[in-house]
T-cell receptor, first 115, second 113 residues
Framework: NAGVMQNPRHLVRRRGQEARLRCSPM?????VYWYRQLPEEGLKFMVY????????ESGMPKERFSAEFPKEGPSILRIQQVVRGDSAAYFC?????????????FGPGTRLTVT | AQSVAQPEDQVNVAEGNPLTVKCTYS??????LFWYVQYPNRGLQFLLK??????LVKGSYGFEAEFNKSQTSFHLKKPSALVSDSALYFC???????????FGAGTILRVKS
């Protein structure tokens, strides 16, 4: 059973460009979470999605960031007009259903560098 | 608001000695508590969790953690450290029926031979 897949693993963007980060959850998992890890910091929750629904986006910046988890295909975290402060590691996690009793399984992360 | 504190930025221990990585939490409901480990340039690997039941939880790679409700702590322990245990350890909390993990800042564990 493959784990959580994320691509690309490394992404370099110039300021003002768009970044698209992809996440394929573990087989059988219908809940996806995105976290951001800034340099020298712990992970911060960004958004929680189920298929075709955003359940909790309380950790998402108000502008430039969006996320989706379509009926078919991976979950996408999209950052428009990137700035240097967006440079971070972005981790996706998945769980079988509501996170309560079930641990979240993390992907290897996408390291975004904005130049 | 819930929070997790890991009071030590770094823990140093000699190989073969017992290790403890500390974690305290603050939540308004029943907490679900987790420990994850992160190796350089890798994702987080799940070690163990406390949901309910026995206060002593056993996990992967010989690690265990003790839930202490009165002290709101969930310290990670291992009886005999290995050099390969050197990594970044995160404690995290999920409120019952909640969805998002709240992480501590992380503790670097260095095990020296």
């Amino acid at each position: 059973n493959a784990g959580v897949m994320q691509n690309p693993r490394h992404l370099v963007r110039r300021r003002g460009q768009e970044a698209r980060l992809r996440c394929s959850p573990m087989k059988g998992h219908s809940h996806v979470y995105w976290y951001r890890q800034l340099p020298e910091e712990g992970l911060k929750f960004m958004v929680y999605l189920q298929k075709e629904n955003i359940i909790d986006e309380s950790g998402m910046p108000k502008e430039r960031f969006s996320a989706e988890f379509p009926k078919e295909g991976p979950s996408i975290l999209r950052i428009q007009q990137v700035v240097r402060g967006d440079s971070a590691a972005y981790f996706c996690a998945s769980s079988p259903w509501d996170g309560g009793r079930y641990e979240q399984y993390f992907g290897p992360g996408t390291r975004l560098t904005v130049t | 608001a819930q929070s997790v504190a890991q009071p030590e930025d770094q823990v140093n221990v000699a190989e073969g000695n017992p290790l403890t990585v500390k974690c305290t939490y603050s939540v308004s409901g029943n907490p679900y508590l987790f420990w994850y480990v992160q190796y350089p340039n890798r994702g987080l690997q799940f070690l163990l969790k406390y949901i309910t039941g026995d206060n002593l939880v056993k996990g992967s790679y010989g690690f265990e953690a003790e839930f202490n409700k009165s002290q709101t702590s969930f310290h990670l322990k291992k009886p005999s450290a290995l050099v390969s245990d050197s990594a970044l350890y995160f404690c995290a909390c999920l409120v019952e029926y909640g969805n998002k993990l709240v992480f501590g800042a992380g503790t670097i564990l260095r095990v020296k031979s």
